[in-house]
């Protein structure tokens, strides 16, 4: 999927989810839920030894049955990295902190890259360097009205929230009530207790609630 595909369905849905399975059946299953939920995207978290082996497996599965989903790899902080997962076929590059090596990467590539920052410089920097949506990271750290007054000089601005992000309508109406062009959603989506009981109808059944909720704070 090229990269204008890949903002244009986090810009529509407002929603990423993102985790790290370690077994590439279950990962699968979870996409299947995700998917069946209405969600067109998904970010692997590179956290485990052997990551890109699940990932690989990963991307076959949702070339030959999703070809609409878009399916990037996060916590990828070096270049080596970087080529690796493009190699496998990662649609979008997410970053915990802004990497500047990683930006002529994914431009020449035409992969999507959103890095981490923290600060308005940081994020000024990223769009200089070809970002088209910034990662606000850590969101549980970020205080009330940041993004507002970000997106005051520069409304332009498209921050995805992630950290602290939960399937709350107050929780989400504070982000996008701010100006946030999208959350990225872990374990309060892609729950734990859910995997364990192997319950992915569960986890169909939360997506489609998070969609709602998404819909609602963006319309309020």
């Known amino acids: 999927m090229d990269r204008l595909t890949v903002h244009q369905t986090v810009l529509e849905q ?20 995700l998917y069946a939920g209405g969600l067109r995207s998904f970010e692997f978290t590179n956290r485990g030894v052997g990551a890109h082996k699940v990932f690989d497996g990963l991307a076959e599965h949702c070339r030959a049955n999703y070809p609409d989903m878009a399916l990037g790899v996060g916590s990828v902080v070096d270049s080596g990295t970087t080529s690796l997962y493009i190699s496998l076929g990662a649609d979008f590059i997410v970053s915990p902190m802004l990497v500047e090596a990683l930006a002529p990467l ?14 308005p410089s940081e994020i000024g920097r990223a769009e200089e360097l070809g970002a088209e949506i910034v990662k606000l990271f ?10 507002k007054s970000v997106l005051a000089p520069s409304p332009r601005t498209r921050i995805m929230v992630t950290g602290g992000v939960k399937p709350e309508a107050e929780n989400l109406s504070r982000w996008f009530g701010e100006g946030a062009a999208a959350v990225g959603m ?25 969609i709602e909720l998404v819909n609602a704070a963006r319309g309020a």
Not at 15 to 28: E, G, H, N, R, T
Not at 106 to 119: I, L, S
């Open 186 to 210: 872990g374990s309060a989506l892609v729950r734990k207790d859910l995997i364990s009981a192997k319950d992915y109808s569960g986890i169909q059944r939360l997506t489609e609630e998070v």
């Open 106 to 119: 994914c431009n020449r590539r035409k992969v999507g890259w959103m890095p981490g920052c923290f600060t």
């Open 14 to 33: 407002g929603v990423v989810p993102l985790a790290y399975i370690a077994d590439s059946d279950v990962a699968k299953h979870i996409v299947d839920a």
């Open 138 to 147: 850590p969101g549980n750290a970020v205080v009330p009205g940041f993004i």
